[in-house]
């Protein structure tokens, strides 16, 4: 009987490869026929094939991407739907057949939900679940789950495609994040298919799969609101480079690359900052008070001159008195507009005041002086020195580069800012002019840009016309495209794309990556808990709506600008306007590991998300003691050498002040086995800090010195709970001379 199904189910998913292969090479041939048609013509309609062209090949990379585990799920559905199924066929993408029947249902359509949340308490109109387990093109596994009310779980906490999930789970890890597509669980379906309006926070212990949830809910998300999410772009942004790395597979996998992945050292176009602060630096730099200074260091740029002034333009003598310059300055600030459009006001202003008083001495001394010369004198003025001094003086273009150079590099203008604040805290931020921007600055530059506007108001004006050229084009080619019959084929971005000349072809998130004013129709934040009341303030001005999923675990926190509490952190942000959901099944870490980790971190005063693991590995968490810093190398080398053994990922997780040692006595053992810091990812044996482990995840992780991990780091024992939370099989800890083993192990 199984054999027989099996044997139906290849069948079935043989022929999905089949129509799979045939839309492909459909998509291959009207290709090339738009390439070979693509010669003459005017430029509109050149562009225009263009973009067809681009259309063709991003489906054909899509059909593409989608080799492996084409289809892993059949739903029987109670009864038929309107189409006269009795069963729908889950994928990574939707399929249908010559005649436009369904073959495979999206595993993002509406009526895949059930594959993800029904269970025999509450069916969803779904009789039973198959997951199919595939190798290349072929199935080599079913597994069913009827939704019998006589097997019902009481506690409605079964697992969903046990045997594929636990096949997932324990697999050798890569280095690279994979999709969970096939496995998604009910929690996590709920969370991945919630609405798009609003707040949602995503709590959950390490491992719960809260970085897999984030990405599949854009990509949900996308799928579902494609129109509008297609044009303003969705952000997904994750706490560094090393992260980003370790993620940026998922989306492609997923048939999603509209989205743009920033780190928090990369959310200001231009500035690529990846050096962190020292911690009470980044504190300072993170808290809100820094907006309120930087208002004020904006404000100090404008100055009324204490005496009038006076200039000198081709030999007349004029004077600026300062009632004049507090006034311009009034008038241009009532505008509300910011600082450097501003200026151009204030300067029209005082331009206009003193060619008035120009005109008026040439009077008085006889000359006629009619509209034509007025100009030539305004001009005459706009151009002397002394009149360009003095309006520089009085408000100066800044650039926010400049800005905050030189409220780092002078301490008396700094003083004068904050009087209120003591000398220690002053010296914080105190730093040579043109040293390099770090991950703390970025939000500052952002703060500043905003105060500031465009260093040459003229750009905004113009960017101000594009944005609504854009928005006209895009409406354009939407009805363009619902008249060509070709709905879902090809999107309006990518045929406004194609009006621009070939080297203004952008894609939304190619726009929206170089814009710094962009806002997103959605951000994703992972590892949220890290953020610093700073860098919320930018990714709020990047998202109007608010439309937000703000993953992470408060418990943690280990930067010294996080939040201890989802609520401290988000009511003065958006006040209630948020609604929270939990992850509560661990998928990475085995019970003994978890159940260690958290013993430490309880015992050491954390409050942790308490999570529920799926399976249990035969390795139990060991510590080992050493008597000298050699002993402490030659024990982990020893560990590393088992746990390498046994295949698959390892990582040795350390205190900073202990990796260049322990470097060398790895490399020495391992050689180009070993990689150092984010760069060496790639390799089967990685040497991190536990800052840069946060969020990755390897087969077999060996802590060193976890007293030295609790003591050099800003959050103490969460660094340690990190640190011990990475591992999906197996975890050792090296105790470093003098050492006791953490408290609760
Ligand atoms: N439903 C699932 N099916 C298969 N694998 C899953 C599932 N959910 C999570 N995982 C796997 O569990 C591991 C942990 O997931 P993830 O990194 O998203 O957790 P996290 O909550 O972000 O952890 P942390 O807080 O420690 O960063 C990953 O390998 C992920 O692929």
């Not at 109670?78 to 057949?97: K, P, Q, V």
């Not at 993620?247 to 200001?268: D, K, M």
């Not at 600008?561 to 942000?573: C, G, R, V």
């Not at 990755?696 to 060193?704: C, G, K, P, Q, T």
């Amino acid at each position: 009987m199984v054999n027989e199904e099996l044997a139906r189910e290849r069948e079935y998913v043989s022929g999905l490869y089949q129509r799979l292969d045939g839309l492909r090479a459909d998509a291959e041939r009207e290709l090339a026929a738009v390439r070979r048609e693509s010669v003459g013509g005017n430029h509109q309609s050149r562009s225009e094939r263009d973009a067809f062209a681009r259309a063709y090949e991003d489906r054909i990379g899509q059909l593409r991407e989608v080799g492996e585990r084409l289809a892993f799920g059949r739903l029987e559905l109670a009864e038929a739907d309107d189409n006269g199924s009795t069963h729908h066929y889950i994928g990574r993408i939707g399929l249908r057949d010559e005649n436009l029947e369904p073959l495979l249902l999206d595993w993002r359509a509406p009526q895949a939900r059930a594959f993800y949340q029904a269970t025999a308490a509450t069916p969803l109109g779904a009789r039973a679940r198959r997951h199919l387990t595939t190798r290349g093109r072929e199935v080599v596994r079913i597994e069913d789950e009827v939704f019998d009310a006589e097997l019902l779980d009481e506690e409605g906490t079964a697992l969903q495609g046990e045997g594929a999930l636990l096949a997932a789970l324990s697999a050798q890890r890569t280095g690279r994040m994979h999709d969970i597509v096939s496995t998604i669980q009910a929690e996590q379906d709920r969370v991945i298919r919630s609405e798009l309006q609003g707040v949602l926070v995503v709590q959950g212990g390490p491992g719960t799969g809260k970085t897999a949830v984030a990405l599949h809910r854009a990509a949900y998300l996308l799928y579902t609101h494609r129109e509008r999410l297609g044009s303003s772009g969705v952000l997904v942004v994750g706490p560094s480079r090393a992260f980003l790395q370790y993620i940026n597979a998922v989306l492609p996998s997923l048939g999603e690359t509209g989205v743009v992945l920033a780190s928090l050292g990369q959310l200001y176009p231009g500035v690529e900052a990846t050096v962190d602060d020292e911690p009470a630096v980044a504190a300072l730099k993170g808290s809100a008070e820094m907006a309120a200074l930087i208002r004020r260091a904006v404000r100090s740029r404008q100055r009324v001159p204490e005496e009038p002034q006076t200039l000198t333009i081709n030999g007349e003598t004029l004077v600026l008195q300062p009632s004049a310059v507090a006034d311009a300055i009034a008038k241009a600030r009532e505008s509300g507009k910011p600082y450097n459009e501003g200026r151009v006001s204030f300067v029209k202003n005082l331009l206009g005041q003193l060619t008035k008083q120009l005109a008026e001495q040439l009077r008085r001394r006889g000359s006629t002086v009619d509209d034509a010369d007025l100009a030539y004198l305004r001009e005459d003025i706009r151009t002397a020195y002394d009149v360009r001094v003095a309006l520089n003086t009085a408000w100066i273009p800044l650039t926010p580069e400049k800005l905050l150079d030189d409220l780092y590099a002078r301490p008396q203008w700094l003083a004068s800012l904050t009087s209120h604040w003591s000398k220690a805290k002053r010296e914080l931020l105190r730093r040579e002019r043109g040293s390099a921007l770090t991950v703390s600055d970025v939000p500052l530059l952002d703060e500043a840009a905003e105060l500031l506007g465009e260093y040459n108001p003229g750009d905004a004006a113009q960017k101000r016309a594009e944005k609504q050229q854009r928005k006209r084009d895009l409406e354009n080619a939407r009805t363009a495209i619902s008249n060509m019959d070709v709905d879902g084929q090809v999107s309006a971005e990518t045929v406004v794309a194609g009006f621009a000349e070939q080297d203004a072809v952008l894609t939304t998130a190619e726009r929206a990556a170089s814009d710094r004013s962009w806002t997103y129709g959605h951000i994703v934040v992972d590892e949220a808990q890290e953020l610093s009341p700073m860098q919320w303030r930018v990714l709020l001005r990047k998202a109007p709506l608010r439309s937000l999923t703000i993953v992470g675990d408060v418990a943690q926190a280990s930067s010294a600008a996080a939040s201890t509490s989802w609520e401290s952190t988000l009511s003065p942000l958006v006040g209630e306007n948020w609604r929270l959901e939990e992850l509560t099944v661990n998928y990475r870490t085995p019970s003994q590991i978890v159940a260690a980790a958290e013993r430490v971190a309880v015992a050491n005063g954390l409050t942790v998300t308490r999570s529920r693991s799926v399976r249990t590995t035969e390795w139990p968490v060991d510590a080992v003691e050493t008597a000298t810093d050699a002993a402490l190398g030659e024990a982990v080398r020893a560990r590393v050498a088992e746990m390498v053994e046994q295949g698959g990922t390892t990582a040795v997780i350390a205190p900073a002040s202990r990796l260049g040692a322990l470097s060398s006595m790895l490399s020495e053992r391992f050689g180009d086995d070993v990689g150092v810091g984010v760069r060496g990812l790639s390799r089967p044996i990685a040497l991190l800090s536990p800052a840069e482990a946060k969020g990755l995840e390897f087969d077999s992780v060996v802590v060193a010195s976890p007293e030295g991990v609790v003591a050099e780091s800003t959050r103490g024992a969460s660094a340690l709970y990190v640190a011990m939370t990475r591992s999906t099989q197996r975890l050792s800890l090296v105790l470093a001379p003098g050492e006791q083993a953490p408290a609760g192990l």
